[in-house]
């Protein structure tokens, strides 16, 4: 049996990364090999937060008919069923006429801000507080800090800066490209890189202009946020800064890859 994880198909942003799944080149190969297809709408069709999955058997007939009732035994006995609603509603935009239009313009808002992030990212400035892993598609890409504790420097960016991003290892951060607007990405990147600057002890300023005011279709903490950076960290806004503080681990920062 092998299992091929296509959470993210059709999400590849370079001429040089495959477009087919290798689930189609191993259907049928042999009787003996059961390639299963895990892929589903939450990434493919934009939709974060459905959760609507699918699961593709092509072995013989009588292995699919068991792996099938394996399979519905298994959410029946973990989650009962997924939301009626969220699959009615993919249901009925697979089946529009505008579906293949609709998602091709979601996926070029998507690779805009993929270019942006890959372009920022070959900024010299960056490189001295982080390494970036390879990517080439996807919502997310990893760094490596240098230096830094990566769940210690996750906390002081959420506490002190308003940037929740996850830590993938001690010392790799995962950042979400996908939730963001193009012109928000290089600000984002400037907080994180003083973050890093200020816990190594460095008094240097941030690197970009001296201020960025929020479009108006921004979200998350650049409407939550100043940006004043000739004079260092961001500023809260009164309301903000009299709220009590989120508990280092709850739900929201574990599950939101950026929020303010």
């Not at 001429?15 to 299963?36: D, Y």
């Amino acid at each position: 049996m092998v299992l091929c994880d296509d959470a993210y198909f059709g999400l590849a942003y370079e001429a040089n990364v495959a477009k087919e799944s290798i689930f189609a080149k191993l259907a049928g190969r042999h009787p003996n090999l059961i390639p299963v297809k895990l892929d589903g709408a939450t990434k493919e069709d934009y939709v974060w937060g459905f959760r609507v999955g699918f699961v593709t058997f092509t072995g013989p007939a009588k292995a699919n008919e068991a792996l099938e009732k394996k399979a519905a035994g298994c959410v029946r006995g973990a989650v009962s069923n997924v939301s009626q609603l969220s699959q009615s509603v993919v249901l009925k935009a697979m089946a529009s006429a505008d579906y293949k239009a609709d998602k091709k313009r979601k996926y070029d808002v998507m690779k805009a801000r993929y270019d942006q992030a890959k372009k920022a990212l070959a900024k010299p400035a960056y490189a001295e507080v982080w390494t970036p892993y390879p990517f080439n598609s996807g919502y997310f890409f990893c760094v490596r800090l240098k230096g830094l504790n990566a769940e210690a420097y996750r906390l002081r960016l959420l506490d002190q800066y308003g940037v929740g991003l996850i830590a993938t290892a001690p010392t790799d951060i995962r950042v979400a490209f996908s939730c963001l607007e193009v012109e928000e990405i290089e600000p984002m990147f400037d907080l994180m890189r003083q973050c890093a600057l200020d816990m190594r002890g460095d008094p240097r300023r941030p690197i970009c202009p001296a201020t960025r005011k929020p479009s108006k279709n921004r979200r998350g903490i650049m409407t939550r946020v100043k940006f004043n950076f000739s004079a260092g960290p961001a500023v809260l806004p009164e309301d903000v800064l009299k709220r009590p503080p989120r508990p280092s681990s709850s739900a929201a920062v574990r599950a939101c890859p950026f929020f303010a």
